[in-house]
Every structure is written in structure tokens, then in C-alpha cells.
């Protein structure tokens, strides 16, 4: 059984599946533990399916599924009835994030139950909207659902089996998944930390960011009101 496990959702990433999975091999290796990488297609049309099923077959730490529909959330809950370690990490495939965040993450996990990577805290060479952006939702985040945190983003972040197990169900479908995680996580007073990470991603999102930043807030607006007014979440 590997002792943690890491999770990569992706989408039409054909130009940097292979060697940046190999490069996150290398890195995993030396640190001496054992581990499986899983990667979820959601919805990719390129050659991402085809890729992702030959490394699986090359490299036994690699575990791959692909999804018709887009929407990393199915993918990530697909990832739930898969993992195998006794925490989960979840990167991004650009690997924009230093790697030096799954040590830690793993070394935190020990007396925490969510390890929050943080841009904000770190440094983040990004887009001026992007950050922007970043900077709204955060502060919708904290103001309507009391959370302290500075980065909601899908990558950077660490789980321990026992939340992932207790809030399967607060999974959506999209992008929302973290922070409900980390909303539930809040609620019940489970030990949680956030840590500064360094981030470089100059490329384009994979996101429409016009329908991601409404989606969001929108999504804020729904925890608050089942959440903190109904107490229904999840």
C-alpha cells in the first residue's frame, strides 16, 4: 500500500503529461517513500487519454482514468474511490507550484488534517487578473464564511484520509471542491494549517476566468446560506 498518494487532474494537457509526470517521478523517488500519482482526464479531446493510458502502463506508481465530462470535481471524486494512501495531495499538472510542498505537506499531516498551500503567502509570478481575481474570491471567503485562509485554489493542497472520508459528499462538480472541503474542515474544528508556497504559471488558464469568478461567488453565496444560516452543509 503506498503511504500517501498524489492527485492530478487534468485536461487537454498533451504537450506536458508525459515529462511532467516523469519529473514529479523523480522528485517522489527521492524522498524514499512509497506513493502512486493519480491522474483524471476530464473530458480531454487531445491526445491527453492516449498519453495518460501508456504512462500507466510504463510506470507502476501511475494510476490514470479518463471521464467524458469536463469538470475536475468529477475527477477528483473519482480519485476518492481510487486512492490508496493514507493521505491525499492534489498538484497541478503545469507543476506551477514548488515541489517541495508535498514533503511538507506530508510532515504537517502528521498532527494536521488539511495542509492549505498558500500563493498569497509565498510568492506568485501570475497574471495580474488572475491575482486580482484570487484576491475577490478570498476575501468573499472570508467575510461570508468566516474562513481565514488565502488560497482556495485545486493545487497545493493536502487531505488526510479521515476528511476526504467524512466530507465525500461535499465534493461538487467543478472547482468548488476545495473549498468546501475546507469549509467543512472549519466547521468541525479539525486541526488545519496553511503554509507559503512559491508559484510560476504564466500560462493560460484552463478556465474561462469571466464564468469561473461568477461560478465561485456564486458557490460562496450557496455555503453561506446552507452553511452558516441553515447549518444543512453538507
Known amino acids: 500500500m503506498p503511504q500517501f498518494s498524489i ?10 503529461l508525459v515529462g511532467n ?6 522528485f517522489l523517488d527521492g524522498l524514499g517513500l512509497s506513493y502512486e500519482i493519480i491522474i483524471g482526464s476530464n473530458g480531454s479531446t487531445d491526445r491527453t487519454e492516449e498519453l495518460g493510458w501508456e504512462l500507466a502502463a510504463d ?14 470535481g468529477y475527477a477528483f471524486a473519482r480519485a476518492l474511490s481510487l486512492f490508496k494512501g493514507r493521505s491525499l495531495i492534489t498538484l497541478d499538472m503545469d507543476m506551477a507550484v514548488e515541489l517541495e510542498f508535498v514533503p511538507q505537506a506530508l510532515e504537517l499531516l502528521t498532527r494536521y488534517q488539511v ?13 495580474a487578473t488572475r491575482i486580482l481575481g484570487s484576491g475577490m474570491f478570498i476575501t468573499a471567503a472570508r467575510v461570508l464564511l468566516g474562513l481565514p ?5 485545486l493545487g497545493a493542497k493536502a487531505f488526510s ?28 474544528r479539525l486541526p488545519m494549517v496553511e503554509v507559503a508556497v512559491l508559484c510560476s504559471d504564466r500560462r493560460a ?7 469561473e469568478a461568477a461560478y465561485r461567488l456564486a458557490w460562496v453565496m450557496k455555503l453561506f446560506v446552507l452553511g452558516r444560516l441553515l447549518k444543512r452543509f453538507p
Open 7 to 16: 492527485f492530478i487532474p487534468v485536461y487537454n494537457e498533451q504537450a506536458i
Open 21 to 26: 509526470t516523469h519529473r514529479l517521478i523523480t
Open 59 to 72: 510506470v507502476p506508481q501511475v494510476r490514470f482514468f479518463h471521464l467524458p465530462m469536463k469538470g475536475p
Open 115 to 127: 495542509v492549505v498551500g498558500s500563493k498569497r503567502q509565498g510568492r506568485q509570478e501570475r497574471s
Open 149 to 153: 485562509f488565502e488560497d482556495y485554489s
Open 161 to 188: 484520509r479521515e476528511v476526504l472520508t467524512r466530507y465525500a459528499d461535499a465534493v461538487d462538480t467543478h472547482t468548488s471542491y476545495t473549498t468546501n472541503l475546507m469549509f467543512c474542515a472549519r466547521r468541525a
Open 205 to 211: 488558464s484552463r478556465f474561462n476566468l469571466g464564468h
